[in-house]
């Protein structure tokens, strides 16, 4: 199983049936002049992460999450869709970045 660990700032979240989905904005270095920004999806599903860290989120908060990437397959119309969940196990609020 692959882990992962992603910093960024929250974006929106979006709650369906027994999953919080949160949207985080990562910058990325390429080594371009150009920052860039990677947005990644990272799904909730343990009930007592979502009831700690739901009430109290806002857009443009700073987070670090650690969780796991999970392979997941569909089929439609007879053709196979593979991608990937980023699994939040973990979800620890950082200080904001205060400008200089």
Same mark, same amino acid.
């Given at each position: ?34 920052? !860039?920004?990677?947005? +990644?999806?990272? /799904?909730? %599903? ?6 700690? @860290?739901? &009430? *109290? ?22 053709? !196979?869709?593979?991608? +990937?969940?980023? /699994?939040? %196990? ?6 904001? @970045?205060? &400008? *200089?």
């Amino acid at each position: 199983m692959l882990k992962f660990t992603l910093c960024g700032t929250l974006g929106c979240t979006r709650s369906i049936e027994d999953e919080l989905t949160l949207a985080i904005a990562s910058p990325t270095d390429t080594g371009s002049i150009t920052p !860039r920004v990677a947005w +990644v999806l990272c /799904v909730v %599903r343990d009930q007592d992460l979502r009831t700690a @860290i739901s &009430p *109290d989120l806002q857009i443009g908060e700073r987070l670090c999450i650690q969780g796991f990437i999970e392979p997941l397959q569909r089929k439609v119309g007879g053709q !196979r869709f593979w991608s +990937v969940a980023f /699994v939040a %196990r973990t979800i620890e609020r950082l200080p904001p @970045i205060l &400008p *200089d």
